[in-house]
């Protein structure tokens, strides 16, 4: 059975991970999203060694059987496979999408920037299972030099891209605006700091959800 992307797909940021007890603090989190009801779950580090990446990784992992969620690993489409993660997104300045999808495999899940005013030149015949688009608002944990998009900018490439495309909206979602964004036409929203800024993420992963469902 294909996998059904939700509405929801959290973007867990290193940044905000502690300085010590990172696996500990890994495992809890991960059972706790399972309980929230997360099924699809990226890790972002863009300044983090190999050895950082590859244990925080290893962490989620096991914490989050892949039955369950399914785990995507940001840029490091040469790490996939190491981490038995179940794909990889890849943005501008990466791997290429079709070199991601090499490094990854057919069955694994590939992401990728679609565009943001409009879409990328040739990237509806991209190897990608989803097209992230944005940023929809400010947002203050990618960093991007492209202006807001807002709504209405979500619906132009809703109309660009067609009916059959995924199109994730990213940057600066909030709880408040995510249904008019879903409403535009994204498929699903992209959400880092609203949820994992929160005093308990699994508790503000169940109230988008209840919101969003």
Same mark, same amino acid.
């Given at each position: 059975?294909? *996998?059904? *992307? ?14 010590? @007890?990172?696996?500990?603090? =890994?495992?809890? =989190? ?25 244990? !925080?990784?290893?962490? %989620? ?9 399914? %785990?995507?690993?940001? !840029?490091?489409?040469? %790490?996939?496979?190491?981490? @038995? *993660? !179940? ?76 009916? @059959? ?49």
């Amino acid at each position: 059975m294909a *996998f059904i *992307f939700p509405k929801l797909y959290p973007i867990l940021d290193s940044a905000i991970l502690p300085p010590t @007890g990172r696996a500990a603090y =890994l495992t809890g =989190l991960g059972v706790s999203l399972i309980d929230a009801g997360v099924t699809l779950l990226e890790y972002r580090n863009k300044t983090g060694s190999d050895a950082e990446i590859l244990a !925080d990784c290893s962490a %989620l992992r096991a914490a989050m059987p892949g039955g369950q969620v399914r %785990l995507i690993l940001d !840029d490091r489409a040469d %790490l996939v496979a190491i981490t @038995g *993660f !179940d794909g990889v997104h890849v943005d501008a300045g990466d791997f290429t999408p079709a070199e991601a999808r090499v490094l990854i495999g057919k069955d694994r899940i590939l992401g990728t920037f679609g565009g943001s005013d409009a879409l990328l030149p040739g990237i509806l015949a991209a190897p990608a299972d989803y097209l992230a688009v944005g940023p929809v608002f400010t947002t203050t944990t990618k960093h991007t030099t492209e202006p807001p998009i807002g709504v209405e900018g979500v619906r132009k490439l809703r109309a660009e891209a067609g009916s @059959g495309v995924i199109l994730s909206a990213a940057a600066g979602i909030t709880l408040e605006t995510a249904p008019a964004v879903l409403a535009a036409g994204a498929s699903m929203v992209a959400v880092s700091a609203a949820i994992f800024r929160a005093a308990s993420p699994a508790a503000e992963v169940h109230r988008w959800l209840s919101r969003l469902s």
